[in-house]
């Protein structure tokens, strides 16, 4: 295994974790808040592509969330919510939770440029797209790069585990298996593949096809 990271807030900037506690619906804190905006929409890094430099940091257990914006400055904020109820659709899924008024909210709306939302997950799981753990193998991001002259920058794949010294494409043999990542063991249930015009390689997509899967047991 090379990396270990989490999305605390979905489109903005993934954190790297030295260690992960996950159970069946995931890591608490992975995607645990989104951004909407007042037409109901969910905001994503592929709309919003500004959002992948700035950096969240989320404690769940002391319940204050702050964002750090490329130019050093810090904002900070409550993570407690308010009591209205918000739920929008993206890729099928329903996201639905409460807004988070405060600060940060108000000077993500200034920095995109519109007026948005926080919203806390009710509850955990709810953010993912493709599942509760997603890996990649570093022969994908190796060929991903050759392939489309890209850098290796691991974050722009946004996963939560990367495991080291793969073959290309290796993922794809892991679907029906179980795979050890640590003291965790996941039953691999799909491959999910990814792909954006030859040049567009930035936070979250790149020019090529990579895989990513699975499901915790």
Known sequence: MSG?????????????????RVGPDGVAEDRRLF??????????????????????QLDLAAGRIAVEFPDGSVVKG?????????????????????????????????YLGQPVSLVLAERI????????????????V???ADTASAGRDLRRFRMTVT???????????????RVGIGELVVAVRTGS????????????????????TSTPV
Do not use: H
């Not at 290309?168 to 043999?173: A, L």
């Not at 593949?193 to 990579?210: E, L």
């Open 142 to 144: 190796d060929r991903v």
């Open 78 to 110: 409550s993570l407690t919510p308010s009591d209205q109820r918000v739920a929008g659709t993206f890729l099928g899924k329903r996201r639905a939770g409460r807004v988070v008024p405060g600060p940060p909210a108000e000077v993500l709306s200034d």
């Open 35 to 56: 951004l909407i905006t007042s037409a109901g929409k969910i905001v994503t890094l592929r709309d919003f592509p500004a959002l992948g430099s700035v950096r969240p």
């Open 125 to 140: 799981g709810v953010g993912w797209d493709e599942g509760p753990v997603t890996m990649l193998g570093s022969g994908s």
């Open 193 to 212: 593949s990814w792909a954006s015009s030859p040049g567009s390689c930035g936070p979250g997509r790149c020019a090529s096809a990579i895989r990513s």
């Open 163 to 177: 495991v080291a010294g793969t073959a290309p494409f290796e993922e794809d043999s892991w679907v029906g298996r």
């Open 4 to 20: 270990l990271a989490i999305a605390p807030v979905k489109a903005l900037a993934v954190v790297s974790r030295t260690e992960l």
